[in-house]
C-alpha cells in the first residue's frame, strides 16, 4: 500500500484503539481497585449505544446543542445507574471468589440484554451523525475521511488526559492509586474505602456508557454489540497489566493497530491475531506490560 | 439368627450410598421407551453435557483451576470428528472416537502448557483467550466451513467383517451408547479422585506452595489433569457431532465455557454428581423459561428469568444443588433447638 | 337380549367415533411452522416474509386447502448453530406439517438437512444457499424466492455490459455472500472484465472503515457488494460517507436496496442493483398487492414480503390439488412443481430442482423507490448444480 493509504489506516487504527481504551480504562479500574470480574462491561457499552438511539430525538430537535446535551445526559444517568448497581449488586461480590463473579456478572449480561430487548426491541437501528460533524475531509485524491471518526478520536483522547489528571493530580486519584496498590494499607490511612468503590464503578459504568454513545452512530446499534466489545477489552486490560490505566492505552493503541492492519493484510486470521498477539506479550510479560501493586 | 443377618444385610444394602445413581441410570434407559422423541432428544443432549460438565469438574473441581475456555476442547474434538470422516461410507467409531479424543488432548497438551504459566485471574483470562482464539480459527477461515459450519455426510457405525455391530446412525443406539459412555466417564473420574493421583490434585487446590515443598512437581500434575480434562471434553465434543450431524463455531464461543461453568457451580462444585446433576438443572431451567405454555408471549424472553436465576442460585446457593440438604438442616436447626 | 343390545350400542357408539374423528380430523388445522429471524440484522427481513405469507392466506378467507392454517413461530436469529434444534423444537415438538424458513443462508442448509432425514415438508421463502437447490435438493424441499446465484450472475452481465473491467466485491464471509460473488463473476466473465479484489469480514459485523480505504487505494471501475438487513444500511452510507460513490459505482443485487431505502436517503440514490423485483412494475397483481399489503400493514411491501406471499401461493396451489390432506405428500409435491405462481413479480414455474425460473430486472435508486429499468436477464434458471431429481 502506499504512503497516503497506510496514514489514513494508521488514522482508522487509531480511532479503533482510543475507542477501545475508554471501555477498557472503566473495566481495568473496576478490575484492578474493586478487584471485581466484571463480565457485564459489555453491557454498559450497549446500553450506552442504544441510550444513543433512545435520545437520538432529543438530539435532532436541538440541532446545534443536541448532541453534546444527549451525551452529557447519558453520562450522568450512566453515574446514577453505575452508582446504584454498585450499591445493590457488586458490593455483594467483594468477598467471592473469582468464579462467583464471573458467574453472577454472567447472568447480569443475560439481565441487561432482555431489559434492552422488552425496552427497546431487537432490531438494528443506525443513529444519525449530528449534522455539524457530517462532513467528509478530503484525503488523498480518491477518498474523503468522515469527520465524525476525527471527531471521536479528539474526544477519547481528551477523556484519556483527563483521566491521567485525576489520577496523577488530584486526592481522589492518590486514593484510586492507593487502593489499587494496597487496599488494606489504604482503609487503614483513612480513607473511605466503600465510596471510593462507588465512586470508581460508576466511572467505569459511565466511561463504558460514554464510549458506547460515542460510537453508536459509526458502529450502529445491534444486540449482542456488548459481546464483542467485552472479550476484547479483557484482552486489552490483561495486555496492559490489571489496574494500569497507562496499560491500557498502550495496550488498546496496540489492539487498535494489530486488528486494523491485520483486516486489511491477512482478513482470514485477523481475528486470531489479537489473541496471539496476547499470548505473545503474557510470555513475555505474565502481568501484563504495566503492573500495579 | 438367619433373620438377624436379613435384616443386617437390608440395612447395608438400604445404607449404600450408590443408591441414587444406580436409579438414576436405570430411569436415564428406560427414558426412551416413555418419553416424546422431543423430550429424549433433551434428554439426549443433557447427558453429552454431563459428560462435559464432569470433564471440567475435574479442573475446576479437584484441581482448583478456573477455566473459562474449556468449550475450546470440546469445539475441537466435535471439529475434527466431521473434518475426519469420510464422505462416503460410514466411518467407524472405533477410530473416529479416539481420534477426536486424541485431537481434543493434544490441543489441551499444547494449549495447558501456555496456560499454566499464569496464576489465579491471569489463567482465567488466557484460556479465555485460546478458547477465543480457537472460535476464531475456526469462524474466520475456510479451515472448516466458517461461520456457516461443518455436516458430517454419514454418521459412523462399528462394523465387523461387514456386520453393523453398534450403529450410531439409528436414535435408540446412540442414546444407548451416550449413556453409556456418560457412565464410564463417571466411573474413570470416580477412581481417578480416590487414586494418588487425585489426592495430589486435591492437594495443589488447597495449597498449591506446600505440595511443591513437599517435592510434588506441580506444573505437571496440573498439566496433566488439563490434559485429561480436554480428553473428556472430547469425547462429548464427538457424541454432538455425530448427533446432529453437524458443527459449527458456536460450540467453541465463550457461551459455551460459561454455561458450563454455570452448570457446576449450579451442581455443586467438588461432587461428581453435582456436575451431572448441574447440567440437568440448567437444561431444565432453560427449557422451563422457554416454555410458551408457561409464559406466554413472555417466553421470548427467556433470558431475563434466566439471568436473575443465575444470580439468585450462585449468591443463595453457592455450594449448589448437592450442598442444599446441608444447607436446609443448618436452616432448620436454630427453629429445632428454639423449642 | 341385553347381550345384542349393548353390543348394538356399543357398535354405534364406535361409528359414531369413527365419524366423529373423521369428521374432526377434516376440520382441524393445517399446521405450519414459521421458522424465521425475529431478532438480529434480519429481523426485518423476517417480519416482512411473515407478513406477505399471512396476507395470502387471509386473502382466501383464513385457509389453504379449504383448512384453516395454525402458525407455530420460531425466532432463529439467523444463527447456524442453533438451527437443528429450533428445527426439532417444530418437527418434533410441536408437530408441524409444514416448515416455513428462513432467511439465514447457513442456517437454512441447517434445516435443509433435517427436512431430508426427517422427510419434512419444506417451503424457502428467502436464503439463496445453492446447496438446496444442488446437492441437498429434495422432493420435499421448495423456494419462493431465488437462489443466491441468479441476482448476482445478472449484476455481473450488466456490469460487463456497462464496460467494467476492473471490480473489487466485498461481503460478508458466509454461503450467501461466496455464493453472491461466485454468480457475479460468472457473469461478468463474458464482457472480459475481472475481479481483482474480493474483501470479506466476519457474519454480522459492520465496521468497514478499514476496507473502504482498501477500495479507494485499489481504484477499481465499480464495486460489487452483498449486504442485506441493518448491514445493508450501514454499508451503503460508509460507502457515500467515505466520497466513494461520487467516483467508483456500487454495483450489487437489490437486497442492498430492499427495505432500506427509509434509511439509507441520500447516500443510495443513483445505483443500480438486480432483482426478481422492482418498483413500478406494469402488471395488475402488483398493484392489488401493494393496495393490499399497505392496507393491512400500513408499510409498503418489499421483495421479502413477495416472497413470503408466494411461499402461501405455493403451498396452496399444493393443498387445494390435494383438498388440504397434507398426507398425501406425492400428490401435493407433484402439484406444486407444476404450479405456475402468479406472482406480484410477474407469473414464474419452478425448474426441476424446486427454484424459480424468472426475470431479473435492473433497477435504479430515485428517492424511496427501486424503479423499474429494464430487463437484465430473461427466464434465468439457477444452474442447480449437483442436483439429482
Known sequence: MDFAVFLVQCLNAVQYGLLLFLVASGLTLIFGILGVINLAHGSFYMIGAYLAYALAPLAAAHSGGGFPAALAIGVVLSIVFGYVLEWVFVSYLYEREHLQQVLMTYGLILVFEELRSIALGDDVHGVAVPEWLAGSVPLGGVMTYPVYRLFMSGVCLLVALALYAVIARTRVGMAIRAGATNREMAQALGVDIRLLYRIVFAAGVALAVFAGMLAAPVTSVYPGMGNQVLIVSFVVVVIGGIGSIRGALLASLLVGFVDTFGNVLVPQIAGVLVYVLMAAILLWRPEGLFRTG | ?339 | MKHRRNTLAAALVAGALCVATVGVHAQSKIKVGMMLPYTGTYAALGTAIENGFRLYVQQQGGKLGGREIEYFKVDDESEPSKAVDNMNKLIKRDNVDVVVGTVHSGVVMAMAKVARDTNTLLVIPNAGAEAVTGPMCAPNIFRSSFSNWQPGYAMGKVAGERGAKKVVTITWKYAAGDESVEGFKEGLKASGGEVVKDLTLPFPNVEFQALLTDIAATKPDVVYAFFAGGGAVKFVKDYAAAGLNRTIPLYGPGFLTDGTLEAQGASAQGMLTTLHYADGLDNAKDKAFRADYAKTYKVAPDVYAVQGYDAAQMLGAGLDAVKGDVSKRNELVAAMEKARIDSPRGAFTLSKAHNPVQDMYLRKVVGTENRFEGVAAKALADPARGCNM
Open chain 2, 1 to 339: 439368627m438367619k433373620f438377624r443377618r436379613f435384616a443386617i444385610l437390608v440395612r447395608q444394602t438400604s445404607a449404600w450410598r450408590g443408591w441414587p445413581l444406580a436409579v438414576a441410570v436405570v430411569v436415564l434407559a428406560v427414558f426412551p421407551h416413555v418419553g416424546g422423541d422431543f423430550y429424549v432428544d433433551l434428554v439426549l443432549t443433557t447427558m453429552i453435557l454431563s459428560i462435559f460438565a464432569l470433564s471440567l469438574e475435574l479442573l475446576v473441581g479437584r484441581t482448583g483451576l478456573v477455566s473459562f475456555g474449556h468449550a475450546a476442547f470440546f469445539g475441537i474434538a466435535a471439529y475434527a470428528t466431521a473434518l475426519l470422516s469420510p464422505s462416503g461410507a460410514a466411518p467407524s467409531h472405533a477410530w473416529l472416537l479416539p481420534a477426536g479424543v486424541a485431537t481434543a488432548a493434544l490441543a489441551a497438551a499444547v494449549i495447558g502448557a501456555f496456560c499454566l504459566r499464569a496464576r489465579g485471574v491471569y489463567f482465567i483470562m488466557v484460556t479465555l483467550a485460546f478458547a477465543q482464539m480457537t472460535y476464531f480459527v475456526f469462524h474466520d477461515t475456510k479451515l472448516a466451513g466458517g461461520s456457516d459450519g461443518l455436516y458430517l455426510n454419514v454418521k459412523p457405525a462399528l462394523t465387523l467383517d461387514g456386520i453393523t455391530i453398534v450403529d450410531l446412525r439409528n436414535p435408540r443406539t446412540f442414546y444407548y451408547a451416550t449413556l453409556v459412555l456418560l457412565v464410564l466417564v463417571y466411573a474413570v473420574l470416580a477412581a481417578i479422585g480416590r487414586s494418588r493421583f487425585g489426592h495430589a490434585l486435591a492437594g495443589i487446590r488447597a495449597n498449591e506452595q506446600r505440595m511443591r515443598a513437599a517435592g510434588f512437581s506441580t506444573y505437571g500434575y496440573k498439566l496433566a489433569a488439563f490434559t485429561l480434562a480436554g480428553a473428556l471434553a472430547g469425547i462429548a465434543g464427538f457424541l454432538h457431532a455425530v448427533k446432529d450431524g453437524f458443527v459449527s463455531p458456536e460450540i467453541l464461543a465463550w457461551h459455551q465455557s460459561g454455561a458450563v461453568l454455570l452448570m457446576l457451580i449450579l451442581g455443586g462444585i467438588g461432587t461428581l454428581r453435582g456436575a451431572v446433576l448441574g447440567a440437568f438443572a440448567f437444561v431444565l431451567m432453560k427449557e422451563l423459561f422457554q416454555s410458551e405454555a408457561l409464559f406466554g408471549a413472555f417466553a421470548k424472553h427467556w433470558q431475563l428469568p434466566l439471568g436473575l436465576a443465575v444470580i439468585a442460585c450462585v449468591a443463595l446457593m453457592p455450594n449448589g444443588i448437592v450442598a442444599l440438604p446441608t444447607q436446609l438442616r443448618r436452616f432448620r436447626a436454630p427453629l429445632l433447638n428454639a423449642g
